[in-house]
């Protein structure tokens, strides 16, 4: 017996609710391009700087340290503090922001000269890249000097100390993470004298380089934007060149949103005005990755005016999707006791509060006290991904 | 970002010309015809493509050629012959778009840099070879309508081979 796969014309929807958000966006894009936003003035304010700007920081900076020493001999390093308790959530902008604690490094003390010989050292080798015009990976930076660092940890805390005490984002300091995310659909950009073409660059896409201030947006006939947790529905809709059906750019980081991945994004939505909308896995970790490329994380607060991307859609996979499609009880996957308590911590924050829908959501799940991967949607055949369930919810609107 | 609107509520976005001001020299051009190529043909609506040949024209003249010609008459040799290679190249495939910096070139072939008369002159060659085709084009295009005329009785056969002689000339 012989048996044939079949694969039959899928059939295009009227993707007409997330069409009517996007004509919502790009009006309001359009009058709102030249608007800057105002943060709340009990936050800090960063700066994205280019190569001169940041470089004349650092001197500044070193400026005040020598006179210092001339003066008293006992220098210290101000910079805002990156703990919880300083991190403010603005309603208006929907962005975590750092408070204006501000906390004092002293060089003369015992208990903070290895932190601060450890700052020092990084600062210098930043000085080192903007002055050659060079950018290197956290990992590098460790291994600039591991004895003095002696784990990573302390390196990557440093840099970003270096970042908030030159009240600048870390782009700007071009200390970069590795390349991780990868972006696919109708968009072409530049990235110094190439021109990329994001359609035609085979199943894998383009990777997101992390030095995004050689990158420029070209050209885009794109009317939204697709955020997707897992490379492997990446793939589903890479293989189904879903983008030539309905006119986007796909994107994903693999997993939890790096730096590179949040600011391509914060970028191509807001330059081409284009609404965004995330795929991710119907547990309190999905619900997180979407939060922290909608509001940004407590982490880099300091940076979120410039990493995130607020009012995305939360498009799925929903807890109540998990009943309307009648998700099958084997491809769903009991709750446990850390999923329990990371949903009730989301549900305890003031942005989950204040979106009913959400908060609704996440009830439901701690109810069912079930999850669902993406992957969990191919029960019903490999296509249903991209002929059935994303078509249908940007169709109805049925978004979060 | 320029933006064009189709008839069917959809829309194509182009970098704002302004931006490309602070590009190298050679990239405006290249993204001119970087998106005449391959990205024209995508566009469904006619009157879409019209609009976008117009703005790629206005790029042409307001940024790409101010910026060459600013390079051309410019002292610095080492910025002159990376124009004109990416020139040398355009004006091979598509010379009526660098035709306006025809004067400039003309004026490098007297300087005494080798590399740089080398190119200045295949450039004017290919401006030269490009305005031939078009002229012989014009011309066939005349001697088709002649032949008509004299196949219809209403041009002598002394006309007819003048004609003739001269497109004939002109091919060779």
Do not use: E
């Given at each position: 017996m012989i048996i044939v796969a079949i694969k039959t014309e899928s059939k295009k929807w009227d993707i007409k609710e997330a069409k009517k958000l996007f004509q919502e966006y790009l009006e309001k894009g359009i009058k709102e391009e030249k608007k800057e936003t105002k943060l709340p003035e009990n936050t800090v304010k960063i700066d994205d700087l280019n190569r001169k700007q940041t470089l004349g920081r650092i001197y500044k900076l070193t400026d005040s340290i020598i006179e210092m020493i001339y003066k008293n001999g006992r220098p210290s390093i101000k910079l805002p503090s990156r703990t919880s308790g300083n991190i403010i959530w603005d309603e208006e902008n929907d962005l975590l922001l750092l408070g204006q604690q501000i906390m004092e490094k002293q060089f003369h003390s015992l208990g903070s000269v290895a932190d601060i010989t450890r700052l020092m050292k990084v600062l210098e080798k930043v000085n080192e890249l903007l002055l050659k015009d060079m950018h290197a990976t956290k990992r590098e930076i460790f291994y600039s000097a591991v004895q003095l660092f002696g784990d990573q940890k302390n390196s990557d805390k440093c840099i970003e100390d270096v970042a908030t005490m030159l009240y600048t984002t870390r782009n700007s300091t071009h200390i970069v993470a590795s390349a991780k995310g990868s972006c696919i659909g109708r968009l072409r950009i530049r990235d110094r004298n190439d021109i990329i073409d994001l359609e035609g660059l085979g199943s894998g896409g383009w990777t997101i380089t992390p030095m995004l201030d050689n990158v420029e947006i070209l050209e885009s006939d794109a009317e939204f934007i697709l955020v997707l947790e897992k490379d492997a529905a990446m793939i589903r809709l890479s293989e189904a060149r879903f983008w030539r059906k309905y006119p986007c750019i796909i994107l994903t980081a693999k997993g939890a949103a790096d730096i590179a991945t949040r600011m391509f994004l914060r970028r191509i939505s807001k330059e081409l005005k284009l609404p965004v909308f995330t795929l991710v896995d119907s547990d309190p970790y999905g619900h997180y990755i979407h939060s922290v490329y909608l509001r940004g994380s407590k982490r880099l607060s300091y940076e979120s005016p410039f990493l995130a991307t607020p009012d995305?859609?939360?498009?799925?996979?929903?807890?109540r999707d998990l009943e309307k499609y009648k998700i099958p009880n084997d491809c769903r996957i009991p709750m446990n006791q850390t999923d329990i308590k990371r949903t009730k911590e989301m549900l305890s924050e003031d942005f989950v509060k204040k979106n009913k829908a959400w908060e609704t959501d996440l009830k439901l799940a701690l109810n069912l006290k079930m999850k669902a991967e993406i992957q969990a949607l191919s029960t019903f055949g490999f296509e249903f991904l991209t002929d059935q369930y994303i078509p249908e919810k940007l169709s109805t609107g049925d978004w979060i | 970002m320029k933006i064009f609107y189709k008839k069917d509520g959809g829309i194509v976005q182009l970098i704002d010309k302004e931006k490309m001001k602070e590009w190298p020299i050679e990239l405006p051009l290249i993204f001119i015809e970087y998106v005449r190529n391959n990205?024209?043909?995508?566009?469904?609506?006619p009157k879409i493509k019209k609009e976008i040949e117009k703005y790629l024209d206005e790029v042409l003249t307001d940024v790409a050629i101010p910026g060459l010609i600013e390079v051309l008459d410019g002292e610095n040799f080492e910025e002159i012959n990376k124009a004109l290679v990416r020139i040398d190249e355009l004006a091979k495939k598509t010379p009526d778009m660098v035709k306006p910096i025809k004067p400039f070139v003309e004026k490098l072939i007297n300087k005494n840099i080798k590399e740089v008369n080398s190119l200045s002159n295949s450039i004017i060659a290919s401006f030269n070879k490009a305005e031939r085709k078009k002229e012989l084009a014009e011309k066939r295009k005349v001697m088709q309508e002649k032949e008509k005329s004299f196949l219809a009785g209403n041009l002598s056969g002394e006309e007819y081979a003048k004609a003739r002689k001269e497109y004939l000339v002109l091919k060779e």
């Open positions: 995305i859609k939360l498009l799925g996979v929903l807890t | 990205q024209l043909k995508s566009y469904d609506d």
